[in-house]
Nanobody, 124 residues
Framework: EVQLVESGGGLVQAGGSLRLSCAAS????????MGWFRQAPGKEREAVSC????????YYGHFVKDRFTIANGNVKNTVILQMNNLKPEDTAVYYC?????????????????WGQGTPVTVSS
């Protein structure tokens, strides 16, 4: 059984930085994608950034605009999201997701497992 453990998040002022980490355990396949989605109050969940650890394919949401960087961690099946120049509109609960990519996708498109979410609050 795959399980995800998230860390990071918290409260930061606008323009500040935060680092989110996610570690997956119980993964048996080499072709595995991990990433982060977020959901703000009253809004739909949206993809922030994903990475396919097998081929290195990366996705960023349009709103990231060179502010965030995703990378594989030093331990297999871990992913780091470095968020810089945070804005109040980045305030949301951030969820880690892991699963099977399809057709070269960066984000998981099958057998998804979700973390419990970590809140990020950016004050103006």
């Amino acid at each position: 059984e795959v399980q995800l453990v998230e860390s990071g998040g918290g409260l930061v002022q606008a323009g500040g930085s935060l680092r989110l980490s996610c570690a997956a355990s119980g993964v048996t396949n080499d072709d595995y994608a991990m990433g982060w989605f977020r959901q703000a109050p009253g809004k739909e969940r949206e993809a922030v950034s994903c990475i396919n650890s097998y081929d290195g394919n990366i996705y960023y949401g349009h709103f990231v605009k060179d502010r965030f960087t995703i990378a594989n961690g030093n331990v297999k099946n871990t992913v780091i999201l470095q968020m810089n120049n945070l804005k109040p509109e980045d305030t949301a609960v951030y969820y880690c997701v892991g699963g099977t990519p399809r057709g070269g996708s960066a984000c998981p498109l099958g057998n998804e497992v979700w973390g419990q979410g970590t809140p990020v609050t950016v004050s103006s």
